[in-house]
C-alpha cells in the first residue's frame, strides 16, 4: 500500500524557515509528481507548489514564490519544501501529495496524501 509520511513540522519565529519532509514508499507507489498543499484554521485548502519527479521542473504558488523552495531526491523518494522567510499568515497544516499529473494545483488530481504535520508561525 502507498504512503506518504510528512516530518519536519513545528513552531518558528516570523522571519524564521523550516524544512518539510515527505517519504514515499509502498509498493504500489508510483506517480509523475508531488506536491505540497496547506490548510490554515477555517480557510480551504490551498496550493503551495509542485514538482515533477522526473525533470524536477517546479511550479509555485504566486504566495510563496521567492521564498519556499520545493525539491525531489529520486534515490530516496523523498521531496521537500524549504520555507524561508517566513510569515504568520504561512501557519497551517501542510500536506504533500502525490499525482499523475503535473503541473496542477487542483487537489482532486491527487490520489494520495501525508498526514499534514502543523508549522505555526509566531509574530
Known amino acids: 500500500q502507498a504512503q506518504l509520511v510528512e516530518s519536519g513540522g513545528g513552531v518558528v519565529q516570523a522571519g524564521g524557515s523550516l524544512r518539510l519532509s515527505c517519504a514515499a514508499s509502498?509498493?504500489?507507489?508510483?506517480?509523475?509528481?508531488m506536491g505540497w498543499f496547506r490548510q490554515a484554521p477555517g480557510k480551504e485548502r490551498e496550493f503551495v507548489a509542485t514538482?515533477?519527479?522526473?525533470?524536477?521542473?517546479?511550479y509555485y504558488a504566486e504566495v510563496v514564490k521567492g521564498r519556499f523552495t520545493i525539491s525531489r531526491d529520486n534515490s530516496k523518494n523523498t521531496m521537500y519544501l524549504q520555507m524561508n522567510s517566513l510569515k504568520p499568515e504561512d501557519t497551517a497544516l501542510y500536506y504533500c501529495?502525490?499525482?499523475?499529473?503535473?503541473?496542477?494545483?487542483?487537489?482532486?488530481?491527487?490520489?494520495?496524501w501525508g498526514q499534514g504535520p502543523q508549522v505555526t508561525v509566531s509574530s
Open positions: 501529495a502525490a499525482t499523475q499529473v503535473y503541473p496542477t494545483t487542483s487537489d482532486i488530481r491527487y490520489n494520495y
Open positions: 514538482i515533477s519527479w522526473s525533470s524536477g521542473r517546479t
Open positions: 509502498g509498493r504500489s507507489f508510483s506517480s509523475v509528481a
